[in-house]
């Protein structure tokens, strides 16, 4: 599970509910923002004022939006993860042959977190984008991510985050995922058929160090039309092979 603070500062939560709400809602109003938080209106107007000072949201009219500030932080964040500069090649690469996207994912508190994406020019347009944050049991990602974690904090995770269904192909059984855990293991490449998005196949291979801890996946994904068959069997999990080896060689040599 998460750790629990000791001594959690109430004003500190509610500030980043506000930050998480305006993103959810993609900007609202104070009125809004507080039917939806069931705050005090004068709270709200507070709160978002401070955060206005401090150049973290912007104010549109009457409308507050999460500010440009935030990719700031979310840069240095990703900066200081060597895996994120060693895999970038390697991806643009992969991106430019293949024309399909091209992800790396990472997991912090029990979510996966995609930290660069590139598009090749027969890519579909999705849902996410970098930064966004994913469930690691309906991706081919997580999954590459989860058979390779010690088996307690997979446990954990499970019961921090559950198994909801994003889509009818969405494992939600918890013996299911672990037999798929074990396949992945064994086969070394995690898939995705339609889990998370319908329409989009995946299949993903996970980054190790050289002590074999897990530092992330890479994957790469499309349209079922086109990524189905031997191309997403034997394809491109050679392709994910040879790609990893290099990023897990360059990360221990670098």
Known sequence: M???AANPIKSTKTTFRIIEALKE???AGVTELAEHLDLPKSNVHNYLSTLEEEEYVV???TTFHVGIRFLEL????RSR?????IARPE?????EKEGELVNLLVEEHGRGTYVYRVAGDDAVEVDAHVGTRVYLHCTALGKAILAHMPEERVEEIIDQHGLPKITENTITDREALYARLEQVRKQGVAFDREERLEGLCCAAAPIRSDSGRVLGALSISGPTTRVQGDRLEEEIPSLLEQATNVIELNITYS
């Not at 979310?74 to 964040?77: E, L, N, S, T, V």
């Not at 991806?91 to 991106?95: C, T």
Request: charged share 40%; glycine share 14%; net charge negative.
């Open 81 to 85: 993860r060597d895996l994120y500069d």
């Open 2 to 4: 998460s750790p629990k």
């Open 91 to 95: 991806m643009d690469k992969i991106a």
């Open 25 to 27: 809602l993609d900007g």
């Open 59 to 61: 104010k549109e009219g």
């Open 74 to 77: 979310g840069a240095y964040a």
